[in-house]
Each structure stands twice: as C-alpha cells, then as structure tokens.
C-alpha cells in the first residue's frame, strides 16, 4: 500500500509539474484551473475507492469501509481546511502584486513543502500518540481554541502591514526594488539582493507550517492511523495549486467559509475530547462535517458580500 501511493504520488507530481508548467510560466485560466481540480479530486476519490477495495479483500467488507470512510472524512476535512491557505496566499499574492506568470513557481514550492512538513508532522505525531495517549486532550483543546480564535477573526482584514515577521524579513533583507522575472537574487555591484518572489515563497513557506499544525491534530481526530493520515493530507494538498487559480476570483463569494471551517475544527476539537467518553461514528463525523462547509458554501453564494462604502 505504502509502495502504491508513493509511485502515484511521485506520478502524479512529475504530471503535474510537466504539463501544468508546459509552455513556460503564463497565467492560468480558470478553464484550466477548473480541469485540474477536478482531475485532482477524481484521482483522490480514485484512490480511495482503490483503498476499499484493497483493504475489504485482506481484512473483510467492514474493514474495508471503516477505513474508506476515515480516509474520506480526512480528504473532506483536510480540503476544506486547505481552502483558508488559498485565501492567505491570495491575500500575499496581492500584497506583493506578484506577476500571473510568477504565481504558479510560488505554489509549487509551496505545495511541495506542505507535502514535506505534513509527512514529517504526521509521523511525529503517531508516534508520540503511541506513546502518550494524554496527547489527544491536547489536540482537542488546541482545535477547539483554534476554532474559536478563527470564528472571532472570521470576516476581519488580516492587516499584513503590521505583522511583525513579514516586518522583520522586509527592514532585515536586502531587497531590490521590483521582480526579476523568476528569480530568486540578484548580484548587484558584488552584493546580494533578494527579490520580492523571494519574501513571498518564505511567507508562503511559513503559512504551510502554520495550516499544518492547525490540520494535522484535525486528522488525527479521525483516525490514528497513519498511512490514512498521510494519504488524505497528501491528496488534499495535491490540488492545492489547481484550485488557487480556481478560486482567486471567488474568494469574496465565499466569505462565510471561513465561518464554517471555524466550526468544523470546533467540531473536530469536541470529539477529540470526548475521545474517551463517546466515539463518535465516522459517518456521523463526515456527515457534519460536509454539513457545515455546504451549508456555509450555499449561504455565502445566497447572502453575498456586502461591500463596505467607506473603504472605496
């Protein structure tokens, strides 16, 4: 199984990296945008279903559909979490006014060094569950201040401009004044100067650390096992890149999302707690979840932003 999804993963990266980049840096299309996600989410679903399968003929059917339907309600959990990444890169993006054709160089890097972290942190964190099972409560209350913390913010302007690590990189690193295609550094009169895409993949590189240890206690609140762990948050990281330019244009439409997944870890914080007082079914755990990302989904789209006059 490990061997499966390693080659798929190795596969699926080369794939992507080859035809998604075919032609050079350009701006993505939401048509293209649009074939991508949907690639990435049937190849995700693909997956599982080859997980059931494998897993109902070693182990039986029951088997089988307890571990399909923990890989599910990870993908779903992890996906939905992987959206609030896109708004913060989003909002880097244009804090920096980073070129079209730059954007996708940052979120490759971006996606790998999520895929990095994630397996890292996962493996860290099985084995320290093994070990400690107090770990849990811990998880449970962090996710469930998280949520909290994340539902008072929710709606608010994150102001960029007085946020002391991007202040410190930006007065600390010697900068040139604009970007220089897609590089990184410069030599200039015998001295090194970092380009703005080079602030733009370290923020980027430090919001991944940040969404993962927001989202790696979320999944092991469904289970503690980690090939599951791993493979959901991995495919659910894959398509990180497609649906960026998927919903860079509709980030404002779903504005109350950012609600929802404050409830969903919320949610996820409370039955971590309870862990040892009432297991919460697996399909009563993603039949909630999926109720609230759709609910706040269908809300944002029917009770549309309404833009405040004073700040135009």
Request: net charge neutral; no cysteine.
């Amino acid at each position: 199984m490990w061997s499966a999804f390693g080659a798929l993963v190795v596969v699926a990266l080369l794939v992507d990296l080859v035809l998604m980049r075919h032609g050079g840096p350009h701006r993505v299309t939401f048509k293209e945008a649009l074939a991508w996600s949907i690639g990435w989410v049937v190849l995700a679903l693909a997956f599982g279903g080859w997980l059931w399968w494998y897993v109902s003929g070693q182990s039986g059917a029951e088997e089988g559909q307890r571990v399909a339907l923990e890989y599910l309600t990870g993908y779903l959990v992890e996906k939905s979490l992987a959206v609030d990444n896109i708004f913060v890169f989003l909002m880097l993006f244009t804090y920096f006014a980073v070129p079209e054709e730059q954007r996708q160089k940052v979120l490759i890097i971006g996606v790998l060094g999520a895929i990095v972290l994630r397996a890292i942190m996962i493996f860290a964190g099985a084995l320290l569950l093994q070990k400690f099972h107090w770990i849990l409560y811990v998880f449970g209350i962090f996710l469930l201040l998280t949520g909290v913390k994340m539902l008072w913010a929710a709606g608010k302007e994150p102001d960029l401009d007085n946020n002391p690590l991007l202040r410190w990189l930006t007065n600390h690193v010697p900068m040139t004044r604009g970007y220089v295609g897609s590089k990184l550094s410069v030599l200039e009169h015998g001295k090194r100067l970092y380009t703005p895409l080079f602030i733009v993949i370290v923020m980027v590189g430090i919001t991944d650390v940040i969404f993962a240890v927001d989202s790696i206690p979320a999944i092991f609140a469904i289970t503690d096992d980690p090939f599951i762990v791993l493979t959901s948050n991995v495919f659910a990281v894959l398509g990180l890149r497609a649906m960026f330019f998927l919903l860079a244009g509709l980030a404002d439409r779903f504005h109350l999302l950012p609600y929802g997944l404050a409830l969903v870890l919320m949610f996820i914080g409370t039955k971590m707690l309870l862990i040892d007082v009432y297991k919460i079914p697996i399909a009563v755990s993603l039949g909630v979840v999926a109720a609230i990302i759709a609910t706040t989904v269908a809300l944002s789209l029917l009770r549309p932003k309404v833009e405040d006059p004073a700040v135009h």
